[in-house]
């Protein structure tokens, strides 16, 4: 499988078949990310929760791609569908597939909301995705989450992601210190820093993550790098 940062908590990931699974769709609004909406074509857009930071401009490139497959929660699903987008709800512990690619929702710690709405509306539970390359490669993005035991005993035991991609920039979410012990307690293969240095309250040394990760392989991409694995 293939997989590129395009800053902040959005990745494409594609399968060998060519399945493409855009991750937390933030392009626009995203300082990090030099592409614009119309050089998305994903098959499948999975959303961790509704802050626009991570529901980003899911609604303009599902209208733009009619035959992607939005994943979410519940509660964004029902949001999705409303207005007239192909979107499966999951819950925790739930898989869909598709292809060649298996897709769960697990746990975060964290909240959801539509904070883009005037209202401020409920966005049911935030997420993570613990997505299953061809039964091989196992790829966890960890969404916006602080850390939380269920990383050792669900996503680490039960689990056993090989790649994990875990948020690493404070005042939303985790900082290097508490990533570098979820990356201990998941114990994957490789690590890969995100939600760091898009804006400047999340601003980290993704360096000194990496010194502080002992148990495996820190992988520092740039925006647009394509990694094959
Ligand atoms: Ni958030
Ligand atoms: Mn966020």
């Not at 399945?19 to 030099?34: E, T």
């Not at 875990?166 to 994957?188: H, Q, R, V």
Request: proline residues 6%.
């Amino acid at each position: 499988m293939k997989l590129k940062w395009l800053g902040h908590s959005a990745f494409e990931l594609i399968s060998k078949n060519g399945l493409n699974i855009l991750i937390d769709p933030f392009i626009q609004a995203n300082p990090a990310c030099p592409l614009k909406i119309c050089d998305m074509h994903p098959d499948v857009i999975c959303i961790t929760h509704g802050h626009a930071d991570h529901f980003g401009d899911t609604i303009e490139i599902a209208r733009n791609n009619p035959n992607a497959i939005v994943i979410a929660n519940y509660e964004i699903s029902i949001y999705l569908q409303r207005k007239g987008i192909n979107a499966i709800g999951l819950n925790y512990g739930a898989y869909v597939k598709i292809e060649d690619v298996e897709i769960r929702m697990l746990e975060a710690k964290h909240s959801s909301t539509f904070d883009f709405e005037i209202d401020t509306k409920y966005a049911g539970n935030p997420g993570s995705f613990l997505i299953t390359f061809d039964n091989d490669i196992k790829v966890f993005h960890a969404g916006d989450t602080g850390l939380f035991s269920d990383m050792k005993f669900v996503i680490g035991e039960v689990y056993r992601p090989d790649i994990a991609i875990l948020p690493i920039g404070n005042i939303f979410t985790m900082d290097l210190k508490e990533a570098s012990i979820a990356a201990s307690w998941i114990n994957p293969k490789i690590v890969i820093p995100m939600h760091y240095n898009s804006f400047p309250s999340i601003a980290q040394n993704p360096e000194e993550f990496k010194k502080l990760v002992t148990n495996c392989q820190t992988l520092i991409p740039n925006v647009l790098e394509t990694c094959e694995f």
